[in-house]
T-cell receptor, first 114, second 114 residues
Framework: DAGVIQSPRHEVTEMGQEVTLRCKPI?????LFWYRQTMMRGLELLIY????????DSGMPEDRFSAKMPNASFSTLKIQPSEPRDSAVYFC????????????FGPGTRLTVL | AQKVTQAQTEISVVEKEDVTLDCVYE???????LFWYKQPPSGELVFLIR??????QNEISGRYSWNFQKSTSSFNFTITASQVVDSAVYFC???????????FGQGTRLTINP
């Protein structure tokens, strides 16, 4: 079975540009998570969805960040406008449900904002 | 509040040595779940194990073993007869029942030298 798929794997952009990260969760999983990994803050949860509905976005750093999940097989994380401090690895993860809560992570997107 | 501490920032050993990675957690919840993930140099996060707070049995999987002790709030990970392929950053994580957020430790970078 395919794992969590993320694209692109690497993104280099200039400050002020819009960035869109994409994620396809494991088929049948009804929870989807977006995490960010930086040297300073480690791994931190940004937002998660249950059945395509955003449940907790308290980790989203600023209004420049937004996330959507239009259907069960696709989610986006958008940064507009991007800033150099947004440079990080962004992970998407999914899990089967409340009682089977192991989160499986995608390969991550390494974002560099110049 | 929940917290996970991995006091060992970096560990370096010679191949075939045994090595233990420490994980200490804090939580007020009586039911919770503990996890270990591996992040190899390629960058993805690989799930290793999930443990429920009500199950204190130690677990062994090949060269990997985990020692869960509620009395000391620790969930340590031992690699026996380490191999170069074990070189990675290892993360311990905690999730409370009723919550979806994974709280990660800062990770331990393990280097196995040939």
């Amino acid at each position: 079975d395919a794992g969590v798929i993320q694209s692109p794997r690497h993104e280099v952009t200039e400050m002020g540009q819009e960035v869109t990260l994409r994620c396809k969760p494991i088929s049948g999983h009804d929870y989807l998570f977006w995490y960010r990994q930086t040297m300073m803050r480690g791994l931190e949860l940004l937002i998660y969805f249950n059945n395509n509905v955003p449940i907790d976005d308290s980790g989203m750093p600023e209004d420049r960040f937004s996330a959507k999940m239009p259907n069960a097989s696709f989610s986006t994380l958008k940064i507009q406008p991007s800033e150099p401090r947004d440079s990080a690895v962004y992970f998407c993860a999914s899990s089967l449900g409340y009682r089977s809560d192991t989160q499986y992570f995608g390969p991550g997107t390494r974002l560099t904002v110049l | 509040a929940q917290k996970v501490t991995q006091a060992q920032t970096e560990i370096s050993v010679v191949e075939k040595e045994d090595v233990t990675l420490d994980c200490v957690y804090e939580t007020r919840d009586t039911t919770y779940y503990l996890f270990w993930y591996k992040q190899p140099p390629s960058g993805e996060l690989v799930f290793l194990i999930r443990r429920n707070s009500f199950d204190e049995q130690n677990e062994i999987s090949g060269r990997y073993s985990w020692n869960f002790q509620k009395s000391t709030s620790s969930f340590n990970f031992t690699i026996t007869a380490s191999q170069v392929v074990d070189s990675a950053v290892y993360f311990c994580a905690l999730r409370a029942q009723g919550a979806q957020k994974l709280v990660f430790g800062q990770g331990t970078r393990l280097t196995i030298n040939p």
